[in-house]
Each structure stands twice: as structure tokens, then as C-alpha cells.
């Protein structure tokens, strides 16, 4: 974005001297970032809250057997994911989600991977507007009430990284970009990760969007998975 100064060059000519502050940086360095336009952000942003709030809605409308379809179809999925990429990912870190706001639930799933030797993680906000951690989960893991009052293992669990991450969605686009809660908190932490991991976002058909209006920040996932089977095509 230019100098917000450069507003006040009204001087009429088609050059006035501040003109070079309104020049995109990318005009002169090709490597750096494309230029947001901070309207256009705006915007976005306020879109995005409205669907949020709308996908939110509809998910809390669905009955407790759809859920509990849902969940079953995405995880027979997952299984079928694991063996064919990962040869079942045993002794793999794999982070999955402790549901919340009738998020699919996979916890059947995660402890049948677990008793099959992969290892399972779960995300924690530690500190705010900051990466995600991992920690480790079993069945035997006492769980706590963590931000958002997301129930998380507790601070003595081993820190991990995965390999493999889910990350549930409130909307998703075929192009494998995904709607959160709004706090950016997948997308710092695939920033941050390297080797990124292979990211699954895990979310129901009817919270397709046809685009999410993507932004510099956003980092696709791998693959999106929904209780009708893959819907990005594999990388
Ligand atoms: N089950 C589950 N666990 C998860 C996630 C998830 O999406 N689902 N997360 C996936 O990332 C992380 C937690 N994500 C969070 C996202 C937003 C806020 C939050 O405070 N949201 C504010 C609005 C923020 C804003 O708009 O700036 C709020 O709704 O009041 C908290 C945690 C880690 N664990
Ligand atoms: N890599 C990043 N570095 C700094 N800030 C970021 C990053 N990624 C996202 N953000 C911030 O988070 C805000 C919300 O991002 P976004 O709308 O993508 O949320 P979301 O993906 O729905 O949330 P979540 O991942 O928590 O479920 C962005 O406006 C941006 O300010």
C-alpha cells in the first residue's frame, strides 16, 4: 500500500511530485508481494464474517444421525486416504480436532488409528494470533478446558509436529482453500511448519463456497475431504 500522504497530492498534473510513493512495490521489485488493496481486504473480510455466521447457522440446524454420518463417511474416507498416501501412517504424526460447534466428530477414529500405531496430535492456541502447537493425545490423555474452551492435552504432553493435518472447515472451495473461525490460526501455522504437512480440511458438502475470495495469507490445503469423498483433485 502507497504512503497514505500520497492521498494529498491533488496538484492536478500527471506527475506531481509524490507520484512515485503510488507506484505498486511490485512495480519495480518483482518478487515482492502483490499489493492488497486495503478496501478489498475490507470487504472480504466483512464477507467472510457474514458467511461464517451463515455456514455456522445451517451446521448447527443438522440432526444428531447426520452428524453421526457424517462423521462415519468422512472417516471411512480418511482410512482409505491414509493407506493409499501414507501406508496407514503408522508411526506418522497426524493432528486431528477435538470437535466443537458441530464440527464433524472423527474421536472414534482417532483412537482406532491410534491403536493401529499411528501417532496422534492435537492442536492447543498457546499464545494468541500466534501458531498453533501440538501435543500429543491418546485415549488415556486427560483433557483439558483450553482457549475457547476447546478441551486440549495438558502442558506435560510432548510437543509434535505433524506430518499429516486436519483442519476443520466452516466453508471450503473446490480449490482447496478453507473458512475458519476467523482467527488465522491454520494458516499461520502452515506458514510456519516446514516441512509444511500434508493439510486435509475436513468439512460437510452443503459448505461449499464457490470461491473464498483468497488473500495473500491464505495457504491452500491439500486436499479437501467431505462426507461424499475427496474434493480437490490430489497433489
Ligand atoms: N475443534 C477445533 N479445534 C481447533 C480449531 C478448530 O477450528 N476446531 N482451530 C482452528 O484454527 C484452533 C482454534 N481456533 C480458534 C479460532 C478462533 C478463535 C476465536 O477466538 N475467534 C473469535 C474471533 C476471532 C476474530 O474474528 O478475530 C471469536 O469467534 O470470538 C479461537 C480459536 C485449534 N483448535
Ligand atoms: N500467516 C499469517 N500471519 C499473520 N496473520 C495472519 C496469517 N494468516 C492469517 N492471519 C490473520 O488472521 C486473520 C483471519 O484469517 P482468515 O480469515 O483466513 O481466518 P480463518 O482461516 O477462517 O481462521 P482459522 O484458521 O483460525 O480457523 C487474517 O485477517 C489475518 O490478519
Same mark, same amino acid.
Given at each position: 500500500?502507497?504512503?497514505?500522504?500520497?492521498?494529498?497530492?491533488?496538484?492536478?498534473?500527471?506527475?506531481?511530485?509524490?507520484?512515485?510513493?503510488?507506484?505498486?512495490?511490485?512495480?519495480?521489485?518483482?518478487?515482492?508481494?502483490?499489493?492488497?488493496? =486495503?478496501?478489498?481486504?475490507?470487504?472480504?473480510?466483512?464477507?467472510?464474517?457474514?458467511?461464517?455466521? #451463515?455456514? #455456522?447457522?445451517?451446521?448447527?440446524?443438522?440432526?444428531?444421525?447426520? #452428524?453421526?454420518?457424517?462423521?462415519?463417511?468422512?472417516?471411512?474416507?480418511?482410512?482409505?486416504?491414509?493407506?493409499?498416501?501414507?501406508?496407514?501412517?503408522?508411526?506418522?504424526?497426524?493432528?486431528?480436532?477435538? @470437535?466443537?460447534?458441530?464440527?464433524?466428530?472423527?474421536?472414534?477414529?482417532?483412537?482406532? %488409528?491410534?491403536?493401529?500405531?499411528?501417532?496422534?496430535?492435537?492442536?492447543?492456541?498457546?499464545?494468541?494470533?500466534?501458531?498453533?502447537?501440538?501435543?500429543?493425545?491418546?485415549?488415556?490423555?486427560?483433557?483439558?478446558?483450553?482457549?475457547?474452551?476447546?478441551?486440549?492435552?495438558?502442558?506435560?504432553?510432548?510437543?509434535?509436529? @505433524?506430518?499429516?493435518?486436519?483442519?476443520? %472447515?466452516?466453508?471450503?472451495?473446490?480449490?482447496?482453500?478453507?473458512?475458519?473461525?476467523?482467527?488465522?490460526?491454520?494458516? #499461520?501455522?502452515?506458514?510456519?511448519?516446514?516441512?509444511?504437512?500434508?493439510?486435509?480440511?475436513?468439512?460437510?458438502?452443503?459448505?461449499?463456497?464457490?470461491?473464498?475470495?483468497?488473500? @495473500?495469507?491464505?495457504?491452500? %490445503?491439500? %486436499?479437501?475431504?467431505? =462426507?461424499?469423498?475427496?474434493?480437490?483433485?490430489?497433489?
Amino acid at each position: 500500500m502507497s504512503d497514505p500522504d500520497s492521498y494529498k497530492c491533488q496538484s492536478g498534473f500527471s506527475s506531481p511530485p509524490c507520484y512515485a510513493a503510488d507506484i505498486a512495490a511490485d512495480y519495480f521489485d518483482p518478487h515482492a508481494p502483490a499489493a492488497v488493496d =486495503p478496501q478489498q481486504a475490507n470487504d472480504v473480510a466483512r464477507w467472510r464474517r457474514s458467511e461464517r455466521k #451463515r455456514l #455456522r447457522d445451517a451446521r448447527a440446524e443438522g440432526s444428531v444421525a447426520e #452428524r453421526h454420518a457424517n462423521g462415519a463417511a468422512i472417516s471411512a474416507h480418511l482410512r482409505t486416504l491414509l493407506d493409499e498416501r501414507f501406508d496407514g501412517a503408522k508411526g506418522r504424526v497426524f493432528s486431528a480436532y477435538w @470437535p466443537i460447534k458441530g464440527e464433524p466428530d472423527l474421536r472414534p477414529l482417532m483412537a482406532e %488409528l491410534h491403536a493401529a500405531g499411528v501417532i496422534i496430535a492435537l492442536p492447543i492456541v498457546e499464545t494468541k494470533a500466534a501458531p498453533l502447537i501440538f501435543r500429543l493425545w491418546t485415549p488415556a490423555t486427560k483433557m483439558q478446558r483450553g482457549d475457547w474452551n476447546i478441551p486440549v492435552p495438558p502442558p506435560d504432553a510432548p510437543e509434535l509436529t @505433524p506430518e499429516i493435518a486436519l483442519a476443520p %472447515l466452516v466453508g471450503w472451495s473446490a480449490d482447496g482453500y478453507r473458512l475458519g473461525y476467523g482467527g488465522g490460526y491454520f494458516d #499461520r501455522t502452515l506458514a510456519a511448519l516446514t516441512p509444511r504437512p500434508f493439510g486435509i480440511g475436513i468439512g460437510v458438502d452443503t459448505a461449499r463456497l464457490t470461491t473464498i475470495y483468497p488473500q @495473500p495469507h491464505d495457504i491452500p %490445503l491439500d %486436499l479437501i475431504l467431505t =462426507p461424499s469423498g475427496p474434493q480437490s483433485p490430489p497433489t
